[in-house]
C-alpha cells in the first residue's frame, strides 16, 4: 500500500528507529513516545487492523506478541512490567490503518483510558 506509513516504514521509504526486523515483522520506536520506552510491533504484511485478522494469521500475530515480549524485556521492562496495547478503528483510537502493537513502559500508566 503505496500510501499506508507503515507500509512506507517496512520498504524503507520513511525513516524510523528500528529495533527488529525478520521477514514477517518490524519493530520500530514510536515517532511521539508516550512514555520512556514506547515501541511499535507490526506484521511486515498490510492487515489494516485486528478486525481484519483470518485463521490464518494465528501463527504470524503469535509471533508480534511474542517479539512485544522479547523487545519489552531487552528495554528493561521486565520487572515492572509495561503496556500492550492494540487500537482498532475509530472507537479504539486508531490513526495508522496498519496492525501494529504499541509496547509502553518506563512509567506508571493510568487505567480506564479516557
Ligand atoms: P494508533 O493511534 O494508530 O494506535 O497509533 C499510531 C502510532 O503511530 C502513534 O503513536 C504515532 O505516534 C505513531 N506514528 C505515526 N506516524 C509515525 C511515523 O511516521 N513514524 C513512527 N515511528 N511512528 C509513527
Ligand atoms: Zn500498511
Known sequence: MDT????????????????YEDDELVAFHDVSPQA???FLVIPKRHIQNIMELAPGDVA????????A???AVELGCAEKGAR?????KSDGGQTVDHLHIHVLG?????WPPG
Open 106 to 110: 518506563g512509567r506508571p500508566l493510568a
Open 60 to 67: 504470524l500475530v503469535g509471533r508480534l506478541l511474542h517479539k
Open 84 to 88: 500492550f496495547v492494540i487500537n482498532c
Open 4 to 19: 499506508c506509513i507503515f507500509c512506507n516504514i517496512v520498504s524503507g521509504a520513511i525513516p524510523a528507529k528500528r529495533l
Open 36 to 38: 520512556p520506552v514506547h
Open 69 to 71: 515480549q522479547e523487545l
